[in-house]
């Protein structure tokens, strides 16, 4: 089998890029995905399809442990702390199919780092044509906000929030804290509705949005549940890929690779490719094709630990409502990075957590701390040359002094809205952190670090940036230093994780680069 290009990865970034290519119907696609496909919404499953509401379990059906839909990765987050579940969406679609649907842009200080990090075609201001062109906002009409695109976004009205995510809101207010009226305004900040991307009830991934439109156009070949094995190299060109369907293996060639895999398995298949550092690939009998000791390295994401109150009997909201509706973002005390930390209040949560499915009654709130930019970075590394055997996770989160600080700060300021009255008047009693939690900070950040779970943001194993820094894996056209003919495009290449949940960026990578292909870099 020949193609002009091979996309793995049918998620975020990687459906966007088989659509935008495939418009030109002179070019053929292979699109490779891991897991299911399915190919219409009457066919689609229930946690799939909707956004919440039909069952409780909804999410955990998505993304909770032993999900079908995910390729359900654990690794370390802190040394207190055993092996956590790191969602990641195994399906067409991605994560985008699985995950909460909050529909937030970083903000333009994200970007334009990277773009002074050598990758001047990435600031704020070129990006925002693609965040324009993604989306359909139904609530919002201006220079920021795009009408036409096919990722619907919205926003709850107050007339639909939930009791304890109204207190939420309004205890923020007596805090001090400003009313944000649109989270996407890129000079925002403060308490208000998030953007979501559903639409009475049905989530809008890509494979919705997108591959919808462009599933049954000739030049364009789905296999699902086809897992890659391994790239093609021959003389420092990428010529193909071997992939795994229905226990056979199979090659097909292509003249251009683009990995799509994401932050976990992009930056893996390059390792079971032979491409990456050589001591760890070595380890694993793997021939080295080419060392890039980036490979892996810089991960970051958004850890998140959580306090929750018990309600009063009286107060239970409905269990099929939207879990989150409202967020708080904020500058820490002392920091010079502008909303570096996110709260969300969370509903109707079972005592069991959100990844177990749950037959508990639902009465207890959460405001989920998130530190949305991180000093402390991770790794991703083999720990076997098996494909079928997931790579070594370490998150590392809190290595830095700094970050603790904040997680900290921000446990006490949520403590301090459960306090206000709004909030007060509907609580039973705190669960965590208990008492002897907060007998000292000492307790308090062991508690922290035993409690840190992701924020399911993970990225930057494949740096985008230039070529003399160690650390960079590509350029900003998503080509992989090197190898020829071999992108990735995904939220791997982000140089930093972005002050916000990672799906908007992603799908704007995926416009990104598929611009950029069809420009001839």
């Known amino acids: 089998?020949?193609?002009?290009?091979?996309?793995?990865?049918?998620?975020?970034?990687?459906?966007?890029?088989?659509?935008?290519?495939?418009?030109?119907?002179?070019?053929?696609?292979?699109?490779?995905?891991?897991?299911?496909?399915?190919?219409?919404?009457?066919?689609?499953?229930?946690?799939?399809?909707?956004?919440?509401?039909?069952?409780?379990?909804?999410?955990?059906?998505?993304?909770?442990?032993?999900?079908?839909?995910?390729?359900?990765?654990?690794?370390?987050?802190?040394?207190?702390?055993?092996p956590k579940l790191f969602p990641r969406g195994k399906l067409v679609g991605g994560s985008s199919a699985i995950n909460a649907q909050i529909f937030l842009r970083g903000i333009p200080e994200d970007y334009d780092n990277w773009a002074e990090l050598g990758n001047d075609r990435w600031s704020f201001d070129q990006l925002l044509p693609y965040f324009r062109m993604i989306e359909r906002d139904i609530d919002i009409q201006d220079q920021y906000h795009g009408t036409s695109g096919p990722i619907i976004t919205r926003r709850f009205k107050k007339d639909e929030w939930n009791n304890d995510q109204r207190a939420f809101y309004e205890s923020c207010l007596l805090n001090g804290y400003d009313e944000c009226l649109d989270h996407n305004n890129p000079y925002s900040t403060g308490i208000g509705a998030m953007p979501v991307n559903h639409f009475e009830g049905i989530r809008y991934s890509t494979a919705l949005g997108y591959l919808s439109l462009a599933r049954n156009r000739d030049n364009l070949t789905i296999s699902s549940e086809s897992l890659v094995h391994k790239l093609l190299i021959d003389a420092k060109r990428a010529k193909g890929v071997l992939f795994e369907k229905d226990n056979e293996l199979i090659r097909a060639e292509a003249d251009e690779i683009i990995l799509c895999g994401g932050a976990i398995a992009s930056p893996h298949l390059l390792m079971l490719s032979g491409i990456g550092n050589p001591n760890n690939i070595n380890q694993y009998g793997i021939p080295v094709i080419h060392e890039l000791p980036g490979v892996g390295q810089n991960l970051r994401d958004h850890p998140q630990v959580s306090v929750i109150w018990k309600l009063k009997p009286e107060e239970r909201v409905d269990p099929l409502s939207s879990p989150l509706q409202i967020g708080l973002r904020y500058t820490a005390s002392g920091s010079s990075l502008r909303n570096d930390m996110c709260t969300f209040g969370f509903s109707a949560l079972s005592i069991e957590g959100t990844y177990h499915i749950s037959h508990s009654p639902r009465d207890y709130f959460s405001l989920i701390s998130q530190l949305y930019l991180e000093i402390s970075s991770g790794q991703v590394y083999l720990g076997s040359s098996d494909p079928h055997v997931q790579p070594v996770i370490d998150a590392n989160y809190f290595q830095d002094p700094f970050d603790i600080q904040r997680m900290r700060e921000s446990i006490y300021i949520s403590l301090s809205l459960g306090d206000q009255s709004p909030l007060k008047s509907l609580i039973q009693e705190r669960v965590l952190p208990t008492n002897d939690h907060l007998l000292s900070s000492n307790s308090l950040d062991d508690w922290i670090r035993s409690e840190a779970a992701t924020s399911h943001h993970l990225s930057s194993t494949c740096k985008m940036g230039i070529e003399s820094d160690q650390t960079s894996v590509v350029d900003q056209f998503g080509k992989v230093y090197g190898i020829d003919s071999l992108r990735v495009a995904d939220a791997s290449i982000m140089p930093d994780c972005i002050r916000a949940n990672t799906n908007v960026t992603t799908m704007v990578i995926g416009e990104r680069i598929a611009d950029f292909i069809r420009s001839g870099y």
Do not use: Q
Not at 34 to 41: E, K
Not at 47 to 71: E, L, Q
């Open 1 to 82: 089998m020949k193609y002009d290009k091979i996309i793995i990865g049918a998620g975020s970034a990687g459906a966007i890029i088989a659509s935008r290519l495939t418009e030109d119907e002179r070019c053929s696609v292979l699109l490779l995905e891991a897991g299911p496909d399915y190919p219409t919404l009457d066919k689609t499953p229930d946690p799939v399809k909707y956004a919440y509401g039909h069952d409780p379990n909804i999410w955990g059906m998505a993304f909770g442990h032993g999900t079908k839909f995910g390729w359900n990765y654990y690794g370390r987050t802190t040394d207190k702390s055993p």
